[in-house]
């Protein structure tokens, strides 16, 4: 049961990176595809955050008088993982863009149906 | 002295001008790549003596060591902002006259930028750094490689987009590791841990981060992506991305492996898969009808080569591996700005079209042959030398295991001199029916190709020019404690 | 038989991570640089919000390659959609309904001035430029909705956009030049900590990336709707 509860955190992000993998690597669809990226990277900041946290923890911030350094959470992970989201939403507009532009070129978002390039 | 942080900074800052400047006037717009690669090239050759007798840290905020990113600037550091400076000007060169249809402001723009994240991915001394100005050069690539929005290049930018996004989730969940297991970020600071942490977690980190990383520097079983991404760009970005991206993933791989881990088991391993990319690599290359296609495939070829002679980690070796990748990157780029006009005119990548090419433009034919003169390995170019070192050094060593590889990759020599004889047979030997009129490049291409087919020559009749700056740059590679305390202090 | 292999990857994939993290404990304190942020963030950049000290003091050397990836990708999504465009081809879009053009004139001044309160005070409370700007780019986004014939003036985002970006850089190179030596180096006065003029050139840098985070993502937003309608 501590086994759970030490690692809860660590199961859930790691599971919606699983998830996101094998969507990424099953689905046909283009769209669902970037779906799964989105995913994926929902699961990496995920655990990037929960590495960064420390037991019992406050926000890292001195808003008000009485709060010590010691209680408080790693602020470092949080600052990456402001960084890894800029660059997800970078990453999907960009894949969005790509999906309509395919779209109107092919009429379809079906990978197979596209590939007259091998993949 | 400048501060080597310039290099990355100035670059930026006009990236960011180019759309200001673009409003104003788009002719304009256009220099403005020329005239930061060339202060880049003036800034590191500025720094190249200094940096030689001693690497320098830059600290970016002035906090110290571990707590503020850091700048490395190594002879490698500076061997690689050489590179990308020098390719990068000569490639901006040639794309005043090449790249005249489409959202041409936009293109300069993205094509600084993705100069700009590679400068940084070599320079840097922290590992989220390294993350991010990796993907800077990669998205802008992806954006480059649709830059023409026919279907193949779309086609070809969404596939580099999901495999580049995959191997990107899986850098960064390395990097989350990385710092759950040590705390920190920078590099020599989690290198002076590596080795007394818990191997099986650093393994996994370790694989994590070289599988990420390999998607863009295209090692065997990662590199789907390439051969539709470099075919499919404008030649300008195909240029651009076999002589300096995937040159810039291997860095980073290298850096990784090297430095930060100091995996010296993980090296054999390297070794057999950069024989296995070499040969698979010749092997489709020499498969290929499509002139673009067969180049990116030669591509992986090369980058197999080079994987091979950095993994023996002799210093004749390393040194060997890296006069290839610059001789690697000058032929590349220019086989690339050649082939782009000979299509241009032809209207078609099949290399039956380019017959009677020799007679129609012959001195950017003459630069094509040059570029694949070297790439085979023939002297007096810059190619010769490169290869004479890699297997003098992996002989060296003297094993009957290396003797063998060796052989593989003098086969996959014998078949990568195959194809190129063949399109140099067709293209000067061949007469073509229909058009002979003279239709040669632009001046200005012309200029930019011949500035390469000079420096191959040049690099080729006298390798000792370079041959110091590539000792030192393997040293840095070879001696971790130096990288450390230079610094931790 | 592909879904089998891919499960069986993923396998691998999960056993191995699960082996790295037994070395991570949960919940325990195991940072070098993240306990020296937290004890000395105040006084190295003047920033209550440790967080913002780490984002735009220690580590701003990644915010700006941050917000160079938000300004590749608004400028690739343009690229990519440009090709694509017919000139004068535009469908008729029902109009938005008096209720939702109403509730977003009140509230488009609202959320602009939410978002600037967010990116001006990033160093005091949660918040910073990028979350500002993802504000006032849903200010836009809600004009969009509402009356679909209105556009975002280019040259305007645009302009915004590269000297929002500009700022930044050339604030670092003031570091270097004359303060302290180092780019982005916080040469400027820390002043009283929790208060709004306070810690040193961090609010001049989360204004600037406000602006430009705003214009970036209404670009993106522009775009997208361009090619819909």
């Known amino acids: 049961m501590s086994f759970l509860q030490d690692y809860v955190y660590y199961i859930g992000a790691f599971g919606l990176v699983l998830i996101g993998l ?98 | 002295m400048v501060s ?67 700048l490395f600037v190594g002879p490698v550091g500076i061997l690689f902002s050489l590179l990308i400076a020098l390719a990068g000007f000569v490639v901006s060169l040639y794309a005043l006259a090449y790249i005249d249809k489409g959202p041409t402001t936009r293109y300069h723009t993205l094509y600084l930028l993705l100069l700009v994240g590679a400068t940084g991915v070599v320079l840097t001394g922290d590992v989220f750094n390294l993350f991010v100005f990796f993907e800077i050069l990669c998205i802008s690539s992806y954006v480059l490689v649709a830059y023409r929005g026919d279907k193949d290049g779309v086609e070809s930018a969404v596939k580099y987009l999901i495999q580049g996004a995959l191997g990107s989730a899986l850098l960064l969940t390395g990097i989350g590791l990385l710092y759950g297991l040590f705390g920190t970020l920078n590099m020599a600071h989690i290198a002076v841990q590596a080795g007394s942490a818990d191997p099986i977690p650093l393994f996994v980190a370790m694989a994590l981060i070289v599988v990420g990383l390999g998607v863009e520097a295209a090692i065997f079983p990662l590199n789907a992506w390439l051969p539709d991404a ?71 070829g090369q980058i197999g080569l080079i994987i091979f002679a950095i993994a023996i980690a002799t210093s004749g070796s390393i040194t060997g591996g890296f006069f290839q990748l610059v001789s690697h990157t000058l032929s590349k780029a220019l086989l690339f700005l050649a082939a782009g006009y000979m299509i241009y005119r032809s209207g078609s990548m099949d290399i039956s079209s380019l017959e009677g090419m020799g007679k129609r433009m012959p001195l950017t034919a003459f630069a094509f042959a040059v570029g694949a003169f070297s790439l085979v390995g023939l002297p007096p170019f810059a190619g010769f030398p490169s290869k004479l070192l890699i297997i003098r050094g992996a002989l060296a060593d003297g094993g009957a295991l290396l003797a063998l590889l060796v052989g593989l990759v003098l086969l996959g020599t014998v078949i990568e001199g195959a194809y190129f004889f063949r399109v140099i047979q067709t293209v000067f030997f061949k007469k073509g029916d229909g058009e002979t009129a003279r239709c040669e490049a632009p001046a200005i291409a012309l200029v930019s190709m011949f500035v390469l087919v000079a420096l191959i020559i040049v690099i080729g009749v006298y390798p000792s020019l370079i041959i110091g700056v590539l000792n030192s740059a393997a040293s840095e590679l070879l001696v971790r404690a130096d990288y450390i305390g230079r610094v931790l202090g | 038989m592909r879904s089998i292999a891919i499960i069986i990857l993923l396998a691998i994939v999960a056993v191995g991570i699960g082996v790295a993290l037994m070395a991570i404990p949960f919940g325990v304190a195991k940072t070098q640089v993240g306990d020296h942020y937290t004890e000395s963030g105040i006084g190295d950049t003047g920033a209550s919000n440790i967080v913002t000290s780490v984002v735009v003091g220690y580590r701003a050397f990644d915010t700006l390659g941050e917000i160079t990836i938000l300004f590749v990708a608004a400028m690739g999504l343009g690229a990519v959609l440009a090709g694509g465009r017919k000139l004068g081809q535009r469908r008729d879009v029902e109009p938005a309904s008096l209720i939702l053009r109403t509730g977003c004139r009140f509230l488009f001044p609202l959320l602009l001035l939410f978002g600037a309160y967010i990116f001006i005070h990033g160093h005091l409370t949660p918040g910073g430029g990028f979350q500002g700007g993802a504000v006032i780019a849903s200010a836009f986004l809600l004009v969009y909705l509402s009356c679909p014939g209105r556009r975002v003036s280019k040259v305007w985002s645009q302009t915004t956009e590269s000297l929002g970006a500009l700022t930044f850089v050339v604030l670092g190179l003031v570091g270097l030049t004359v303060g302290g030596h180092y780019y982005l180096s916080s040469f400027m006065p820390h002043g009283v900590v929790n208060e709004l003029f306070s810690a040193g050139i961090i609010p001049v840098i989360y204004v600037a990336i406000g602006l430009k985070v705003g214009s970036d993502l209404t670009g993106i937003i522009d775009g997208m709707m361009e090619e819909t309608i």
Request: glycine fraction near 8%.
């Open chain 2, 4 to 70: 080597p942080v310039l290099l990355i900074v100035i670059p930026l800052g006009l990236a960011f001008c180019v759309p200001l400047i673009g409003m104003v006037s788009k002719r304009f717009a256009r220099f403005v790549p020329v005239v930061a690669c060339l202060f880049n090239l003036v800034v590191s050759v500025q720094l190249l003596p200094a940096v030689l007798s001693k690497p320098i840290v830059v600290d970016l905020g002035g906090f110290g060591a571990p707590f503020s990113i850091n």
């Open chain 2, 230 to 300: 470099h075919s499919s760009a404008p030649s300008s970005i195909s240029a651009i991305l076999s002589g300096i991206a995937i040159e810039v993933g291997l860095y980073a791989v290298v850096r990784m492996v090297f430095t930060v881990f100091g995996a010296s088991s993980m090296l054999s391993f390297l070794m057999f898969l950069g024989v296995l990319t070499l040969l698979v690599g010749e092997l489709c290359a020499f498969a290929q009808s499509n002139i673009k296609r067969m180049l990116a495939y030669s591509s992986i």
């Open chain 1, 22 to 119: 094998f969507i990424i690597l099953s689905r046909r669809n283009l769209i669902k595809v970037i779906i799964g990226l989105s995913i994926l990277d929902t699961g990496i900041n995920l655990f990037l955050i929960s590495v960064g946290y420390i037991s019992k923890g406050t926000a890292p911030i001195f808003s008000k008088p009485g709060l010590v350094a010691e209680d408080m959470v790693d602020p470092v992970p949080q600052a990456l993982v402001l960084t890894s989201i800029v660059i997800g939403v970078a990453v999907l507009a960009l894949a969005l863009a790509l999906a309509m532009r395919l779209h109107k070129l092919h009429g379809t978002l079906d990978l197979r149906k596209i590939g007259e390039l091998k993949w």
